[in-house]
């Protein structure tokens, strides 16, 4: 079953609207409904495709491989920032071991949550750019590797 903002992308100039006015409005920064959530589950959603992606990549480079991704799921990530919903990359194989976020985990430490708001400072689009490029720096930013 399709959800209906799964072809939507992240705009950040509209993310960045809305905040400012949430913040004019005296809403909160971090929580369930804070202003730093949706950037939090976006970030992490676009680490948790390449890493799929990665490890695709090296999955097909055998041709008796037929390994293939097999959809989404879906779990409740609980952080200091706040709940949030966060959909993880499956294969068919059972074989990806996603490491920002690993399997089975529910919890997301304080420090990853400010070097993820700390990357975001540097710019969205820059560093969603940067990330495939710049793979070994994100991977000694984060602390977590990539790959």
Known sequence: MKKENENLSFDFEEFKAQAIADMKAGKSLVGKDGIFTPLMKEFLEAALEGEMNSHMATCLGGSENQNRRNGKTTKTIQSPMGAFELETPRDR????????????????????????????GLGMRGLLRAMKFYECSIEKCLGVALR
């Open 93 to 120: 194989e059972g074989s990806f071991e996603p490491q920002i976020v690993k399997k089975r985990q529910t919890v997301l430490n304080a420090s990853l949550d400010n070097k993820i708001l700390g990357l975001y």
